[in-house]
Nanobody
Framework: QVQLIDSGGGLVQAGGSLRLACTAS????????VSWFRQPPGKEREFVAA????????YYADSVKGRFTISRDNAKNTVYLQMNSLKPEDTAVYYC?????????????????WGPGTQVTVSS
């Protein structure tokens, strides 16, 4: 089993920045892919960014390319999502997800473990 704790959300003005963190514990050696998803109010959960733990390959949704960066700290078993140039449409609950396989990173079925979510609100 793997436990995920995501943190770092908050209220920020448009154009500002936030850094989210996802810390994993438990059988972390089983993790191959770690991602961030988000769920805007009244909408379905959507893919934001992913990282293949062992290769370092990253993936991004078109809506965040050039503004968000996913990275990792192996020693801390933590994955970060640096979010710059935030827009009101980035407002959502952000969830960290982790899975043992190398399936499609944008597909929720790739992931076995989910964090509780952290709220990001961007004001205009």
């Amino acid at each position: 089993q793997v436990q995920l704790i995501d943190s770092g959300g908050g209220l920020v003005q448009a154009g500002g920045s936030l850094r989210l963190a996802c810390t994993a514990s438990g059988r972390t050696s089983s993790i191959n892919t770690v991602s961030w998803f988000r769920q805007p109010p009244g909408k379905e959960r959507e893919f934001v960014a992913a990282l293949r733990w062992w290769s370092g390959t990253t993936y991004y949704a078109d809506s965040v390319k050039g503004r968000f960066t996913i990275s990792r700290d192996n020693a801390k078993n933590t994955v970060y999502l640096q979010m710059n140039s935030l827009k009101p449409e980035d407002t959502a609950v952000y969830y960290c997800a982790a899975g043992p396989n190398s399936g499609r990173p944008e597909y929720t079925g790739t992931y076995h473990y989910w964090g509780p979510g952290t709220q990001v609100t961007v004001s205009s």
